[in-house]
């Protein structure tokens, strides 16, 4: 597509239940990154591919929080035994080269309930 | 670590009237700096961003920001500003620290609501 796609745009999920949440990057950009945003925050980071591979994982919070792109292309993140402190919006964005700017998509929005 | 800082909750402008919205940044060694915008119930959308060479950098809508690196500034600007400019800024660094560790994600300021009135 012409852009990053996310899905769902939202998401109301129970508490203590596993969501997965769907990034499409720009066709050929070999890096992706996974952001979680709060209301009245900037952009926080949580993990960045280059490729297949995590280059950095060491935003995510815990162990509940896991992100795959085994094929270098879309990327999932999944979260575990979700909590009310899981309420965000989750931004994915991806760019062609190292250095070069970041397109972002239009987020999926999390509320734990 | 790499930090960047935007003083200013909020930036309030007339239509017409030069808009600033200013940042300063950490870093090691050479910055890469960015400006997004969000509209409301929208995503992050590229303004402009500084790598090298001049520091006056032009971007989109008639943004321009300027690279001081005595100061480590990187302030937003825009000679006439517009109601449709009224939104949230985020300017950011690219964390350029360590092979094998930070390379390459970026580290976003808490941003800067920008409010233009006519």
């Known amino acids: 597509g012409a852009g990053v796609s996310q899905t769902p745009s939202n998401k109301v999920t129970e508490k203590g239940k596993y969501v997965e949440l769907r990034c499409d990057p720009i066709s050929g950009h070999t890096a992706l990154y996974w952001y979680r945003q709060s209301l009245g925050q900037g952009p926080e980071f949580l993990i960045y591919f280059q490729g297949t591979g995590a280059a950095d994982d060491s935003g995510l919070p815990n162990d509940r929080f896991f992100a795959v792109r085994p094929e270098g292309s879309v990327s999932t993140l999944k979260i575990q035994r979700t909590e009310r402190g899981d309420s965000a919006v989750y931004l994915c964005?991806?760019?062609?080269?190292?250095?070069?700017?970041?397109?972002f998509g239009q987020g999926t929005r999390l509320t734990v309930v | 670590a790499q930090s960047v800082a935007q003083p200013e909750d909020q930036v309030n402008v007339a239509e017409g009237n030069p808009l600033t919205v200013k940042c300063t940044y950490s870093?090691?060694?050479?910055?890469?700096l960015f400006w997004y915008v969000q509209y409301p119930n929208r995503g992050l959308q590229f303004l402009l961003k500084y790598i090298t060479g001049d520091n006056l950098v032009k971007g989109s809508y008639g943004f321009e920001a300027e690279f001081n690196k005595s100061q480590t500034s990187f302030h937003l600007k825009k000679p006439s500003a517009l109601v449709s400019d009224s939104a949230l800024y985020f300017c950011?660094?690219?964390?350029?620290?360590?092979?094998?560790?930070?390379?390459?994600?970026?580290?976003f300021g808490k941003g800067t609501k920008l409010s233009v009135k006519p």
């Open positions: 870093v090691s060694g050479n910055p890469y």
């Open positions: 950011a660094v690219r964390d350029m620290v360590g092979y094998g560790g930070s390379q390459g994600n970026l580290i």
């Open positions: 964005a991806s760019s062609f080269l190292f250095g070069a700017e970041a397109f």
